[in-house]
């Protein structure tokens, strides 16, 4: 008799904990859909991860140059003394530093940006070129 007992309340137990890793489950699933579609909708506004939209340029941390991130184009930076120390290209949507007559080119080796907050830096010429998003610098530009 005891023993019956013990096995039907072990039994249920085992229901339980099966309907709990069912709706563990449920629960799980739900939770990384939930999180994929707030991912979704927040993260395209959110400050990284995103498509940037402007290049800055920054030599010795004053603004150089601000060009869109969306037209192809190539600039030559040229240091306060008029040297050519790199050159941005920017091709589909992404920055790349194909020149540079610093020692390292640790920033030719960087390799493309794309989204707001990347950089690239040249630490001997002192450039840094940084991804932002759609702001009202953009609007400077255009006007
Ligand atoms: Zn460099």
Not at 30 to 58: E, K
Not at 74 to 90: A, F, M, Q
Not at 93 to 103: N, S, W
Request: proline share 3%; with cysteine; charged share 20%.
């Amino acid at each position: 008799m005891c023993n019956v007992r013990r096995y039907d309340s072990e039994s249920e137990g085992d229901l339980l904990v099966k309907v709990w890793k069912t709706a563990d489950i449920v629960l799980i699933v739900l939770l990384v859909v939930f999180a994929g579609v707030f991912y979704f909708v927040f993260g395209l506004q959110g400050d990284s991860g995103t498509p940037g939209d402007i290049v800055v340029i920054r030599i010795n941390g004053s603004d150089y140059s601000k060009i869109p991130l969306f037209e192809d184009n190539e600039i030559d930076i040229h240091n306060t003394s008029g040297i050519h120390i790199n050159t941005l290209r920017i091709e589909n949507g992404r920055a790349i530093m194909v020149y540079a007559d610093c020692p390292d080119k640790l920033c030719v080796e960087r390799g493309a940006v794309s989204h707001t907050g990347e950089i690239i830096v040249c630490l001997p010429n002192r450039v840094v070129v940084e991804i932002t998003g759609r702001q009202s610098e953009y609007d400077a530009i255009v006007q």
